[in-house]
């Protein structure tokens, strides 16, 4: 295990909560991959698994997403929902939410969300969150898992549009940034599985309510028109020609005017 990591801290940090373990490896194929290996031979719901660098990361749409050891955070979480299936839409959403507040609370930065959720800096990308079920009907379960961009240097992003933490101006330790991130999940997760309507606390975290947006959808033509919103569900408002249409999937991009 490297020093980018501190599963001691880490463990002091953030359990006696939800979080009732916390494990962190050096490197892994895959953080989701590995909680729902562990779901499936009886694994309790509540694990954290962190690592420095997985070699066979997934972003949302099968994309590969990967970074040199030590420069960025891999973390999924397992829970067990009490909330109905047809609700979990909401589930990859808190969780950007959830990253949104943790990174500001532990470096100052002033992060914002591109729906659904992307977590920017800037208009840059810092981070991405892909959510997946596991478990069976009589016990589902949710692998909750964001990569998390901390220490990598301009030459070494994916592409231009991305940044870091180090990138935008905070030193601080990625064991603080995970610390501060797996308590405000506790706290958003918690509030949406309580039943609590969080959409208002989402839309003040959007930044793509409000722009002239692009979102393009698998097997259909992009959409232009201006993001007004965003529905009880978690799905995106977008008025254009045709007038007011919800998407509850997609890529957006954020239009810079003429």
């Not at 290996?37 to 070699?55: C, F, M, Y």
């Not at 997403?65 to 829970?79: G, R, Y």
């Not at 990174?103 to 002033?110: I, K, M, S, Y």
């Not at 965003?230 to 239009?255: Q, S």
């Amino acid at each position: 295990m490297s020093g980018f990591l501190d599963a001691d801290a880490l463990g002091v940090a953030v359990t006696g909560g939800l979080w009732r373990q916390v494990d962190v490896v050096a490197t892994t194929g895959s953080t989701n991959a590995d909680l729902a290996q562990k779901s499936r031979e009886g694994a309790p719901a509540g694990l954290v698994l962190a690592s420095g660098h997985q070699s066979q990361g997934r972003g949302r749409m099968a994309r590969r997403w990967e970074a040199p050891p030590d420069t960025s955070i891999a973390c999924s979480v397992l829970v067990t929902p009490r909330r109905p299936m047809p609700e979990w839409g909401w589930l990859p959403l808190l969780v950007g939410m959830a990253v949104t507040d943790g990174v500001r609370a532990a470096t100052g930065l002033g992060t914002t969300l591109k729906w659904p959720n992307d977590v920017l800096v800037g208009g840059r990308k810092l981070c991405g969150v892909l959510c997946e079920s596991v478990g069976d009907a009589d016990e589902p379960r949710a692998v909750l898992g964001f990569g998390l961009n901390v220490a990598l240097r301009e030459d070494q992003l994916p592409v231009p549009t991305a940044t870091s933490t180090r990138l935008e101006g905070s030193d601080a330790a990625a064991t603080t940034i995970l610390a501060a991130v797996l308590r405000s999940l506790e706290t958003w997760f918690s509030a949406w599985d309580a039943g609590e309507d969080i959409v208002d606390a989402y839309r003040r975290r959007c930044d793509t309510i409000g722009r002239e947006v692009t979102i393009r959808v698998a097997g259909g033509d992009p959409v232009s028109g201006t993001a007004v919103g965003v529905d009880a569900g978690g799905g995106i408002i977008i008025i254009d020609d045709a007038g007011p249409r919800t998407f509850v999937a997609g890529d957006v991009e954020h239009l810079r005017p003429a």
